[in-house]
């Protein structure tokens, strides 16, 4: 097909791998040369399913996403190259305006590239941040060394003479500073056992092994960096010294010494050595940290919290990426313990509004007074009790997100207040006369069906279409095993970090025994289980307590019924609800609203449980 210029101009300066789409016809319209490079072949007038390793319908919705945005990004969608190796891509899809076909843009990140790019940045930056701070640190060390220079050339060098018996003829002042002694009460003495006569480690020193003695005694200058010379008042000094002959009309007569004391600069220097190690330290530390940072960025490339692989979680992670940066209105269904707190959580960090507060409010147990005073705030004396004004969360919340939690649970009263501020977008303080403009996105989270509940006359309609502009679900954890392993892991490092508990591996037995517990208590039980587990094991092996006594509302005895047991009851209910809705699963009065679940959940169900369509016709 003929592409118009600024097209072709567009796929040629495109700086990633760009194909041009027909989207009707699924095939690759044009191409530049580093999209051919990319997938090892030429793609022009090819079919892109081939390159394709997602579900066709995953492809699909990406696709609708550009289309209706104009632009649109996705992490997920897997491709793979000519010969079949996989790639791992970041898409860009950009729709292009076309009077006849409707064209899609795709270019491409690749993600394992660019972490070979991090990863050798990241190595060259650490690099020049240890140099950097050897450098400062050797630097510290040569100021201080300089500044023992103009002392000792300040103060002198202590300098004595002794004759060929070792006994002294003379000491400069500098050498009497330094040792504590006059000249008088050295001159004339065997200098040896007064300032000599031992080591520093408290060993005796004998004379005929002194270097300063072999020197006079066999002509030979001799140079010590590393010796002890004793005060007047018992403490050693460390001192470097040198030891040269001398004559007197040819003879030799005994030798001069030079010393310096170095004390300070072998203190300098044990504090180099140990602010190097320290360094060394500090730079090993740093690396693994990263390297941990990196590994939990190639394992878990989710939203905050949100761990796992299934169908239903890259859903959930996929329409977090639609809403987030919205100002839409969001209501987050499901379980008790399946991670709505984490999606809202997730939403609100995801969003322009995450440098503003997420503000959360529980609305169980709570009278209409007070969650009038929590939300709409009060002004001082506006009840008995109010000494001071005192703002809403609704005003902490401006700009920002308000989290609405187990919003079921609202007293009906309450509901048209906040219906009204919903519809207003405005509200007023207790006791206050002015209204204070208000501007938010709501996300509320339920374990209930609130369509149900509105239907029952417990929950205001407008509230529930104000609330629910963007529906989303969390599902249970046993509709979603594959998910089980990753959870564990991850809940199994992080009680380790926090804990600072011995490492602990899952393995196969452990894994096995988690995927065959029925989780009523979803993510949150497996938490708290792997959380006692790994207490329990102190870095040997883990063993999980369950709780497996049944909840059912139609059984008050003892009795513990087994996996098997649960799921053939889970499978008689479906059959039973399917009989009610006469096999209609989706819409009103369907199977799925009838069990509070996604009609994809629901089908999901049926095929797993091997339901036929005689089960339910036979009523």
């Known amino acids: 097909m003929n592409c118009d210029s600024d097209i072709l101009a ?31 072949t030429r793609l022009r007038n090819k079919n892109l399913s081939p390159f394709l390793t997602s579900a066709a319908t995953e492809m699909a919705v990406f696709l609708d996403a550009v289309i209706h945005f104009g632009r649109y990004i996705d992490g997920t969608l897997g491709f793979a190259r000519d010969d079949g190796s996989p790639l791992r891509l970041q898409t860009y899809g950009t729709h292009i305006k076309s009077s ?31 140099l950097m701070q050897w450098q400062n640190i050797y630097g510290f060390f040569r100021e201080v060394e300089m500044q023992n220079q103009l002392i000792l050339n300040a103060a002198g060098e202590g300098i004595y003479g002794i004759n060929a018996e070792g006994k002294a003829t003379f000491v400069n002042r500098a050498a009497q500073e330094m040792l504590g002694w006059d000249a008088a009460d050295l001159i004339g003495r065997e200098l040896h056992s007064i300032i000599h006569h ?17 020197s006079f005694r066999r002509d030979e200058t001799v140079r010590v960096e590393d010796d002890a010379f004793w005060r007047k008042d018992g403490k050693p000094i460390l001192v470097e010294y040198v030891s040269t002959p001398i004559y007197d009309h040819g003879v030799l007569a005994g030798a001069v010494v030079i010393f310096r004391d170095v004390t300070e600069r072998k203190d300098n220097e044990k504090k180099l050595r140990d602010a190097l190690a320290e360094v060394e330290n500090l730079r090993v530390q740093l690396e693994q940290e990263n390297d941990y940072l990196l590994t939990e960025i190639r394992s878990v490339r989710s939203h905050t919290g949100i761990v796992g692989r299934s169908p239903s979680v890259r859903n959930l992670a996929a329409q977090i990426d639609l809403v987030a940066d919205t100002n839409t209105n969001v209501l987050v269904t499901g379980a008790t313990g399946t991670g709505k707190s984490l999606t809202v959580s997730a939403i609100h960090e995801a969003s322009a509004r995450r440098k503003r507060p997420l503000v959360k409010v529980n609305c169980s147990d709570v009278s209409l007074d007070q969650l009038e005073q929590e939300l709409f705030g009060y002004r001082k004396a506006a009840f008995r009790g109010a000494t001071r004004d005192t703002v809403g ?12 939690d187990e919003v079921s649970d609202l007293p009906k009263a309450f509901q048209a207040k906040l219906a009204n501020v919903l519809q ?7 006791g206050d006369v002015t209204d204070i403009p208000v501007k938010m996105t709501i996300i509320s989270t339920t374990n209930r069906d609130l369509a149900a509940e509105v239907q029952a006359g417990r929950f205001r309609q407008d509230l529930f279409f104000e609330l629910s502009v963007f529906p989303m679900r969390c599902e249970r954890l046993q509709d979603r095993p594959e998910d089980i392993p ?52 102190q870095g040997g092996k883990l063993k999980f307590e369950f709780h497996t006594r049944a909840h059912d509302d139609t059984d008050t005895g003892d009795a513990v019924l087994s996996d098997a047991d649960l799921r053939a009851r889970e499978r008689d209910n479906l059959i039973r609800c399917l009989q ?19 009609p994809t959940t629901v089908y999901s169900r049926i095929k797993s449980f091997a339901i036929t369509q005689a089960e339910w016709d036979t009523v």
């Not at 207003?424 to 207790?430: V, W």
Request: hydrophobic residues 40%.
């Open 580 to 598: 009610r809705s006469n096999g209609k699963v989706s819409g009103s009065g369907g199977a799925a609203q009838l069990l509070g679940l996604a």
């Open 10 to 40: 567009a796929l040629a300066f495109s700086p990633l791998p760009t194909i041009l789409l027909d989207t009707q016809a699924d095939r690759i319209a044009d191409h530049n040369a580093e999209a051919a490079m990319l997938f090892n």
């Open 198 to 214: 031992h080591h520093l480690n408290g060993e005796l020193f004998p004379s005929h092994t002194c270097p300063i003695y072999k």
């Open 100 to 130: 006849d076909k409707i064209l899609v843009m795709l270019g491409f990140l690749d993600l394992d590239a660019q972490d070979r790019r991090n990863a050798q940045a990241e190595q060259e930056a650490h690099q020049r941040a240890g």
């Open 393 to 404: 969360k609704l005003t902490l919340a401006q700009n920002g997100t308000l989290h609405l």
């Open 486 to 537: 990753y959870l564990a892991k991850h809940f199994l490092d992080a009680t380790s970090r926090r804990l600072r508990l011995p490492p602990t591996r899952l393995s196969k037995a452990n894994i096995e025994a988690l995927l065959a517990y029925p989780w009523p208590g979803n993510v949150r039980e497996l938490e708290n289980v792997i959380e006692r587990a790994a207490i329990l094991a």
């Open 424 to 430: 207003e977008q405005k509200y007023r303080r207790l």
